[in-house]
């Protein structure tokens, strides 16, 4: 897989750029000016190692297309970053081929620090037909970046799905590919008491099943097991709050964790390609 990283200015120049096979670094020597994009190329689909910026952790995610672009976050965009990431004259960018065993094991498929509302190649992707005010302290992406702390709420690294009190909120993860999956864990944001809190949610798995999910008042991980099933998106819908005077439950993080559904099929003797 030959993979490349590029910093592009808003007018399309190209202000740095490195190729290498399997992995490539970046070093880009400069502070970034409003809309830069940070882009990876791949010459082929598939699991990458990413790393855009050092304030913010490394992620296994699956390029589905050849592209990806980043947009640099700048004013209000960036309460839902650290306020290291991004800053100063000089930035370590990094991907790779991901090795087999890393993407074969069980892990949390819903993990992805560098997504946005813009990303439609880089999964999981995670969208919501609603968003408080359309904060990016409250934005659906903020439910998959592995952030969570839930004692506190505006800023990062209290970042959270807000819904804006609106009883029909659904937030869809989507995978880009076929996913096992087995458990998905919600953390609710616990900043009370000027939260409330959903005593039961559902969730409903592409293949059509539902599960209602009871939920307690606590801002720690709370889980859902499932037999194993076979999808490429998850949703989260019917969200029944608690008879609590405040009017704000939100999500802190949703995990979901499970297997890529094609190392699954090869050990129990399927073909893939």
Not at 3 to 31: C, D, H, M, P, W
Not at 99 to 125: K, S, V
Not at 212 to 230: D, H, N, V, W, Y
Request: proline share 5%; hydrophobic share 40%.
């Amino acid at each position: 897989m030959e993979l490349t990283l590029k910093i592009v200015s808003v007018e399309g120049t190209i202000l740095a750029s490195s190729t290498g096979e399997q992995e490539v670094f970046l070093v880009y020597r400069q502070n970034y000016q409003e809309g830069d994009q940070i882009i990876v190329e791949a010459s082929e689909p598939g699991h990458v190692i990413l790393a855009l910026d050092d304030a913010i952790g490394s992620a296994t995610v699956y390029l589905l297309g050849s592209l990806f672009a980043l947009k640099i976050p700048f004013g209000a965009r960036r309460a839902s970053h650290s306020p290291k990431a991004f800053q100063g004259d000089i930035h370590r960018l990094y991907v790779r081929k991901a090795r087999q065993d890393e993407i074969a094991h069980r892990r949390n498929l819903a993990l992805n620090p560098f997504d946005d509302h813009a990303n439609t190649t880089l999964f999981p992707h995670v969208k919501a037909n609603v968003e408080t005010r359309g904060e990016a302290a409250f934005a659906a992406r903020n439910a998959i970046d592995g952030e969570k702390a839930s004692d506190g709420h505006g800023f990062w690294p209290y970042t959270s799905w807000g819904i804006d009190r609106n009883p029909q909120a659904a937030l869809t993860v989507e995978f880009g590919r076929p996913i096992q999956i087995d458990e998905v864990v919600l953390y609710l944001r616990a900043d009370f008491p000027h939260d409330s809190w959903w005593e039961r949610v559902s969730i409903t798995l592409s293949g059509g099943e539902t599960f209602c999910f009871p939920l307690k008042k606590t801002g720690m991980a709370q889980s859902l097991r499932i037999e194993p099933r076979t999808v490429d998106w998850v949703r989260l819908h019917s969200l029944i709050k608690a008879d609590d005077p405040s009017p704000f439950p939100a999500l802190t993080q949703i995990e979901v964790w499970g297997r890529e559904a094609r190392y699954v099929q090869s050990q129990s003797g399927a073909k893939f390609g």
